[in-house]
T-cell receptor, first 116, second 112 residues
Framework: GAGVSQSPSNKVTEKGKDVELRCDPI?????LYWYRQSLGQGLEFLIY????????KSGLPSDRFSAERTGGSVSTLTIQRTQQEDSAVYLC???FGGGTANYGYTFGSGTRLTVV | GNSVTQMEGPVTLSEEAFLTINCTYT??????LFWYVQYPGEGLQLLLK?????DKGSNKGFEATYRKETTSFHLEKGSVQVSDSAVYFC???????????FGGGTRLMVKP
């Protein structure tokens, strides 16, 4: 599509349940990024994909968080056994990869996750 | 490593006032520099960018000049509007890398 698409836009879940967040990047963008933005805070990097591999997972806050990307396109961020501190807006972005520093990211509108 | 430092907000201005949001960076080589804007309830949008020293990025009345000697990329606008109220993020991207490094964001509030 024309932009980065994220779904769902809003998700309310009970503490302890698992959630899956989806990101559909811009066609042709080989790099995909997940960030988290807690209320009133800046951007917290979670994970980065180049193609289907994840060279940098350093931002994942715990082993309850995992992500995958298939076919060099759609990515899914999974949070297991959700906790209230997981409540945040999860942002996905995509870009042209490697050697193209002139390009910034294109962000999706985010998924607002609320754990009750 | 790379880092970006922005002035802390919130910045509160009256309509038609002059805006400056300071941004300085630390990076090896010659990074590309960006400003992103996040309007209330929305995702981040690219506002402007500059890819080499002395370049000036501009968009929607906003400007920022890539100053290598002071490692800065300050955002300016001559006359702000209420609709400019948002959070502004400065960011850099290294030539050899894929990652954008973001500053902490600066909230701008413009009052009528």
């Amino acid at each position: 599509g024309a932009g980065v698409s994220q779904s769902p836009s809003n998700k309310v879940t009970e503490k302890g349940k698992d959630v899956e967040l989806r990101c559909d990047p811009i066609s042709g963008h080989t790099a995909l990024y997940w960030y988290r933005q807690s209320l009133g805070q800046g951007l917290e990097f979670l994970i980065y994909f180049q193609g289907n591999s994840a060279p940098d997972k350093s931002g994942l806050p715990s082993d309850r968080f995992s992500a995958e990307r298939t076919g060099g396109s759609v990515s899914t961020l999974t949070i297991q056994r959700t906790q209230q501190e997981d409540s945040a807006v999860y942002l996905c972005a995509s870009s042209f990869g490697g050697g193209t520093a002139n390009y910034g990211y294109t962000f999706g509108s985010g998924t607002r996750l609320t754990v009750v | 490593g790379n880092s970006v430092t922005q002035m802390e907000g919130p910045v509160t201005l009256s309509e038609e006032a002059f805006l400056t949001i300071n941004c300085t960076y630390t990076a090896t080589g010659y990074p590309s520099l960006f400003w992103y804007v996040q309007y209330p309830g929305e995702g981040l949008q690219l506002l402007l960018k500059a890819t080499k020293a002395d370049d000036k990025g501009s968009n929607k009345g906003f400007e920022a000049t890539y100053r290598k000697e002071t490692t800065s990329f300050h955002l300016e606008k001559g006359s702000v509007q209420v609709s400019d109220s948002a959070v502004y993020f400065c960011a850099l991207r290294s030539p050899a890398g894929n990652m954008l490094t973001f500053g902490g964001g600066t909230r701008l509030m413009v009052k009528p």
